[in-house]
């Protein structure tokens, strides 16, 4: 007999890691000197979230876009989320591994909720203000702006499970049966 199902308390764990993964995104993203944006063809002019670099052969004359106040807004509002995200995983790491709190959970779905919006709202700011200051032709968003959108899928799933994993408390705390998903005879 072949039986397939979920073990709640074993998968507890699952949530703070993809937490985890999301905050080295972050980091990656809000980091990245090599450029959110970069030149289709030539290669001569690439933008990170901090600075805007022109030039050719390696010889390039790199500026702030700190200067622009849509840029200190975008870098605001992505540290912010990714402060958010750090208390979010710390709360779940105590509501979830050091001891099972149901209560924290639509806390953390919450905060993890609000992290996604304000980082969303940064991550569409950027390629509009950019292409209105600075549009020359046709530009790629490359991997580090890539990671910070990774980091705001990955927080929005984890918010939406958050708030859900209070109707399975039972199954939690390891009191409910095993519901398996597929048993043969």
Not at 83 to 107: D, E, M, R, T
Request: proline residues 3%.
């Amino acid at each position: 007999m072949f039986r397939c199902g979920i073990a709640y308390p074993r998968c507890r764990w699952i949530l703070p890691i993809l937490i985890f993964f999301a905050i080295i995104f972050d980091i990656i993203a809000i980091a990245a000197q090599s450029g959110w944006v970069e030149d289709e063809n030539a290669k001569t002019h690439y933008a990170s979230m901090w600075t805007q670099c022109r030039g050719r052969n390696d010889q390039f004359e790199c500026k702030s876009l700190m200067e622009f106040p849509w840029a200190q807004a975008v870098a605001a509002l992505m540290i912010i989320g990714l402060i958010i995200l750090i208390v979010a995983f710390i709360i779940s790491v105590v509501a979830l591994c050091c001891a099972l709190k149901i209560s924290l959970l639509p806390v953390i779905g919450g905060m993890l909720i609000f992290a996604v919006i304000i980082q969303i709202i940064a991550l569409i700011i950027y390629p509009v203000k950019f292409n209105e200051l600075i549009y020359e032709g046709y530009y790629t968003y490359t991997w580090a702006y890539g990671f910070g959108w990774g980091a705001t899928i990955l927080m929005l799933g984890c918010g939406i499970v958050f708030c859900c994993l209070p109707r399975y408390e039972d199954e939690l705390s390891g009191i409910g049966k095993t519901k398996y998903i597929y048993s043969s005879a």
